[in-house]
């Protein structure tokens, strides 16, 4: 059973545009290798009450630590700052944010290049890590100004600087994201609305660099600063090892979640359980599937009947079309192009989830197939066409 292009294929459709043609080859990276790593900006920023501060970043075995990525002050008042390690990213906006940081506790693993971002949007701030929100808040207010303000990437005022790499940072007077998870770019960052700051740090070797945004804020590097050749780490989420994101990436984590041997005969060079634990929970499983899928306005894995919760129902889809094959096929829960056994796996894994605003699921037992047939459910279930196919 195929159907017609819906807003779940369209919105993947601008996500795959967006991630594609956005995004551009890297050269160099930015590499704070201490504490003390330090690059001076020219100029302070007027941000407002809508604002975007972002980072490509990874952390590797030999440069890990937590510490600014950016930082602007004047005398003793902080007044914006961006702090992220391995296990933790942090902001603190004067005017929007409270007296204390904004916090989120989060694994950031190492050796894979991240997106981080702090976002104040709609009188909320919010914190994400590779697409998705991992904090939010509400906001007192637009950020405070001031025009004197010294402003820094790593170590400033005394305070530690990260210790990693920066592959590109973008500060926009525009909330990109609003709360929408969103496929991470994976190559360099073009200017977007109202663009602040831009630097991609292509130039290895350079001392010095320009803001690709246009305007003041001129880069300088200080001590414990370089700028060297990019770090040949893969990308947060890229299943497939193909070094973009998109659907394929899907359908390569799921195979990896319920395959893991073929997963490792199709993808030899991948690394799932670096690259697949998009949540940083640890553990690469349905819940890493669930964040693909909200990063390309796909269903709700399991969800083949496009009601946003996976139950009964679902499975009825999936016994109804068994055996089927082509492009956008509703039970093709994996994304290979035909309803077979995986599609199944998929289904048992998601049973239970839902997307809200859609009421709690109550607790079930997830069914077997040859248990509808022992039990007489089956005849409910499948239906006389499922019978006549003989499918057992």
Known sequence: MSFPPSRWSLGFIAALVLVTFCCRSKGGSLLLSDTGGKVFLSGSTSLGGAVTVEARLLFTDDFSGFGLVFNEYRFATEDKALYVGPE?????????????????????????????????????????????????????????????GVATFGSNRGQDAMLGYIDWFRLSNSAAYGGVPFAPPTGGAAPISNPVMLFNFDQVGASSFSNEAGGAHEAVLGSFSQVVPSPAAPTMGDANGDGQLDTMDYSALWLGITNATGFATTYPSVELERVGDVNGSGEVDIHDAIV???????????????????????????????????????ADGDFDSD??????????????????PLPSLRTWTVPEPETWIQ???????CGSFACRRGIH
Do not use: M
């Open 339 to 356: 309803v077979d056994a995986g599609d199944y796996q998929v289904w048992k894994l998601a049973f239970g989830h839902r997307r809200s």
């Open 292 to 330: 693909l899928s909200d990063w390309f306005q796909l269903p709700l894995p399991g969800d083949f009947n496009r009601d946003n919760q996976v139950s009964l129902a679902d499975y009825t889809v999936w016994r109804n079309t068994l055996g089927a094959n082509g492009v956008g096929l509703e």
């Open 88 to 148: 933790s990213l942090q902001g603190y906006f004067l005017g929007a944010s409270p007296p204390s940081r904004i916090v989120a506790n989060r694994q950031i693993q190492l050796n894979v290049w991240h997106h981080v971002a702090w976002e104040l949007s709609g009188g909320v701030e919010r914190l994400y890590v590779d697409g998705q929100v991992v904090r939010e808040r509400a906001a007192q207010g637009g950020v405070t100004d001031h025009a004197e």
């Open 375 to 381: 039990c007489g459910l089956a005849l409910t279930i």
